[in-house]
Every structure is written in structure tokens, then in C-alpha cells.
């Protein structure tokens, strides 16, 4: 039993890492939110370019933006990977920085202010799971400390959840101290909310127009399922794992359902010898692989639900957490009983087809 929960356990492990990288890239799109980045960078906007001017462009030139009291929901961003260096360690760490500024809630409207205040100057507000992505613990970058990235020291003001979304493990500071940090003017992207699906429209043939621009305008819901597709070979290969962990716990299963039913041959001989049925007998060994199988994957669920669900796992987008949600239960459960049934069986059946009298003979 405990052979089988460490395999259950392996499974539930694997599938939660999947679950937890689909349901992270799948709440990181808007419907309403358009991203504005420089022609041919759509699946690698750290590489794209714009002039700082860009946003109030966009916000003069198109109607159909969301608004409310006057307030435009145009986020101009600059958004890169960075070596960042907090106060526990001395080695840096490939980080992700995004340059805000106040419009930035208003377009990423999953943001969350978890505790302390928004960024001001020389200042960083850091994501849930930045810690994590920067492979350090959270009291690292806990309110009042520093961190040191692009040559200067930044002061942790805040910290934010954006509701599961690849945002999390991201570090925003103010877009003009960073461009000054940089020396540079110009930005990544212009995230946008439109009003309605003609927004959508219109932005894309404004890019389409303004041909001197060299603007492409890409649909968040659309960018976030490039990222999906691109990381479809991983998927894959984690549920490769997943088959080939559950065919070597169908061997261990064999093993030791083997060794258990050898050794009972006699048992199983007298029980035929009283007039149980072959069919019968068989059953109930399957019954009893069931019922370890059963047990152990229910062992492996109560140690796997504390110890993985919400455990944050660092990755090359970001960081997201596990996701032990009831798909992955029911995999792992599943994985469980169908080792227990297919690992008893062939030694049921290699015991049956000794005859009655040499098994009861048997050592």
C-alpha cells in the first residue's frame, strides 16, 4: 500500500504542475484588453519597442477606449527580465520588471493591493509569487526591504495578487524611474481596455493604417493562448511522465501482488478444494489489490493535499502554484485503483491455473 501511494502520490505531483501552468496562463488573458507592441515581437514583448509617446497617441487617436471620469485605461509599460538581488543574497536572480504607472490597475483589472502602498519614486511593489520566480523566501522581500536591480536600489513598498495570473510574479516599480535607471525613453507595450468588440477592430486597423508606426496590436486572450501553445511540448511531456510513473507502478503493483499470491497457493487451492470457484477466488484477489490500491491512493491524496496544493513553482514565464483541483484528484485516484486492478490480475491468474492437487503440494 505504501509502494502504491508513493506512486499515487507522483502522479497527483505531475498533474498538479499541469493543472497549475493551464490555469495560470488561462486567467492571464482580458477579453477587453488589447496589447500594443512593436511589429513582430507578439510572443516576446520584453523585445519590443516604443517611443514614450505612444500611449497619449493611442488615447487621442481611438474612441472606443473604456473610460470613467475622465480617466482613459491606457497603461503605457516597460516590461523586461532583469538580474535582481535582494538583502538575503548576494547572487542576483533572472527576474521579471514592469514599469507602471497609475493606469496600470485600471487595464489589469485582476490587480489586487495586498498590504502596504502603491510605488512611489525608488520604490517596487512586488507580486505574490516574486519570491518565488527569484527563488528566495518571502520575508526577502517583505515590506521596507531592498532589492537591487538595473544599477540602482529600490525599496519594497507593497505587495499584490492578480488573482492567479502570470502577473504575480512580476515586479512593478514607477515607468519613469525605471526608463531613467535604464537610459532609456521608450517603452514595451501600450496595454489597452476597449469598450466593446469594435474597439478590438478599430485599434488593429489604426496599427494596420499608421504603417510608419510599425505597431501590431495583439488581443491579451490571444497572447496568453500563444503562451499556451508554446508551452504545449511541456504539457505533453509532463503527461508522458504521468503514463510512464503509472507503468512502473503497474510493475510494482505485479511484484508484489506476485509475492503475496505465491505464497498463498495453498490457500487458494484448499478454497477450491471446498468448492469456491475459480471465478470467485480470482475476485476476491482483485478485490483485496483494490482495496490496498484504494488505500494508498487516499494516503497519498491526505499527504499530497497540505503539502502541494498552493506550493509556488518557479518557471521560465513566471511562477504559478500547484493546482491539486478535483481533475487531478480523480487522475491520481484513478491511476490508484487501475494499478490495483491490472497488478493483481496476472498472479491471480498464474495461481488458478496450477492444478489442484500440485498447489496444494506446493512450498
Not at 70 to 75: D, K, L, N
Not at 147 to 155: A, I, N, P, S, Y
Not at 325 to 336: E, F, K, N, P, R
Request: proline share 4%; aromatic share 6%.
Amino acid at each position: 500500500m505504501l509502494g502504491l501511494a508513493t506512486v499515487v502520490f507522483l502522479v497527483l505531483l505531475v498533474t498538479a504542475f499541469v493543472r497549475g501552468l493551464e490555469s495560470s496562463l488561462a486567467k492571464s488573458g482580458d477579453a477587453q484588453v488589447v496589447l500594443v507592441h512593436s511589429l513582430g515581437a507578439a510572443e516576446n514583448i520584453e523585445n519590443s519597442t516604443m517611443p514614450g509617446r505612444s500611449s497619449s497617441l493611442l488615447a487621442a487617436s481611438l474612441k472606443r477606449i473604456e473610460s470613467r471620469f475622465g480617466e482613459r485605461y491606457v497603461s503605457p509599460e516597460l516590461y523586461l527580465g532583469s538580474e535582481v538581488t535582494t538583502a538575503g543574497s548576494a547572487a542576483p536572480s533572472k527576474g521579471l520588471v514592469r514599469g507602471v504607472t497609475m493606469s496600470a490597475p485600471l487595464v489589469h483589472r485582476q490587480f489586487q493591493l495586498l498590504a502596504g502602498a502603491w510605488p512611489a519614486s525608488g520604490e517596487v511593489l512586488v507580486g505574490r509569487l516574486a519570491a518565488a520566480k527569484l527563488g528566495r523566501q518571502a520575508r526577502d522581500l517583505a515590506l521596507g526591504q531592498t532589492l537591487h536591480f538595473e544599477g540602482r536600489d529600490w525599496t519594497v513598498s507593497g505587495q499584490f495578487a492578480a488573482g492567479g495570473s502570470a502577473l504575480e510574479s512580476e515586479l512593478w516599480c514607477p515607468v519613469e524611474d525605471l526608463q531613467q535607471a535604464m537610459k532609456r525613453q521608450d517603452l514595451s507595450l501600450v496595454a489597452v481596455s476597449v469598450t466593446d468588440p469594435e474597439g478590438l477592430v478599430d485599434l488593429a486597423e489604426f496599427c494596420k493604417e499608421r504603417l510608419d508606426l510599425e505597431w501590431q496590436a495583439t488581443p491579451e486572450t490571444a497572447y496568453y493562448a500563444a503562451l499556451q501553445r508554446h508551452y504545449g511540448p511541456v504539457r505533453a511531456v509532463a503527461w508522458l511522465v504521468v503514463l510512464l510513473v503509472s507503468g512502473a507502478g503497474v510493475f510494482a503493483g505485479l511484484n508484489t501482488m506476485y509475492g503475496a499470491v505465491v505464497g498463498r497457493v495453498k490457500e487458494l487451492a484448499m478454497l477450491q478444494t471446498l468448492g469456491f470457484s475459480r471465478r470467485a477466488i480470482a475476485l476476491s484477489i482483485v478485490q483485496e489489490g483494490t482495496l490496498l490500491a484504494a488505500g494508498g491512493s487516499l494516503v497519498a491524496a491526505a499527504i499530497a493535499l497540505p503539502l502541494l496544493s498552493g506550493a509556488a513553482v518557479r518557471f521560465t514565464m513566471g511562477a504559478f502554484t500547484l493546482r491539486l483541483d478535483s481533475t487531478a484528484l480523480l487522475v491520481g485516484m484513478l491511476t490508484g485503483l487501475a494499478i490495483g486492478v491490472v497488478g493483481s490480475l496476472p498472479p491471480a491468474w498464474r495461481a488458478l491455473r496450477m492444478p489442484v492437487v500440485e498447489a496444494l503440494k506446493a512450498i
